[in-house]
């Protein structure tokens, strides 16, 4: 069974930085192309980050550009895709929700919901103003 256990959400100040983490179990991890997608209260699901299986390609909002890194650790002791996310702002509340996609090759990632095979239950970010 395909877990995907997300971490590391909180409050935080607007300009401050916060990580969070997620780790995948009970699937093949190097195979799949990884996401980062948030909700906010009365809105619509949205993208955030996305990263090849490599970890060579990678993909953000125009909103986060700049400000938000993703990466992964492909190690079998590991397992995770991390969001680094900095100079955060109120907007960036949300729940953030790790996910994960069978990758087409070493530079696939995906941008829309629809590519995503399994879906972590979110971890709330906070930005105080």
Same mark, same amino acid.
């Given at each position: 069974?395909?877990?995907?256990?997300?971490?590391? !959400?909180?409050?935080? =100040? &607007?300009? %401050?930085?916060? /990580?969070?983490?997620?780790? +995948?179990?009970?699937?093949?991890?190097? #195979?799949?192309?990884? !996401?980062?997608?948030? =909700? &906010?209260? %009365?809105?619509? /699901?949205?993208?955030?980050? +996305?990263?090849?299986?490599?970890?060579? #390609?990678?993909?953000?909002?125009?909103?986060?550009?700049?400000?938000?890194?993703?990466?992964?650790?492909?190690?079998?002791?590991?397992?995770?895709?991390?969001?680094?996310?900095?100079?955060?702002?109120?907007?960036?509340?949300?729940?953030?929700?790790?996910?994960?996609?069978?990758?087409?090759?070493?530079?696939?990632?995906?941008?829309?919901?629809?590519?995503?095979?399994?879906?972590?239950?979110?971890?709330?970010?906070?930005?105080?103003?």
């Amino acid at each position: 069974q395909v877990h995907l256990v997300e971490s590391g !959400g909180g409050l935080v =100040q &607007a300009g %401050g930085s916060l /990580r969070v983490s997620c780790q +995948a179990s009970g699937l093949t991890f190097r #195979s799949y192309a990884m !996401g980062w997608f948030r =909700q &906010a209260p %009365g809105k619509e /699901r949205e993208f955030v980050a +996305a990263i090849s299986w490599s970890g060579g #390609s990678t993909d953000y909002a125009d909103s986060v550009k700049g400000r938000f890194t993703i990466s992964r650790d492909n190690r079998e002791n590991k397992n995770t895709v991390y969001l680094q996310m900095n100079s955060l702002k109120p907007e960036d509340t949300a729940v953030y929700y790790c996910a994960g996609g069978l990758g087409l090759s070493a530079s696939t990632t995906y941008t829309d919901r629809v590519q995503y095979d399994y879906w972590g239950q979110g971890t709330q970010v906070t930005v105080s103003s």
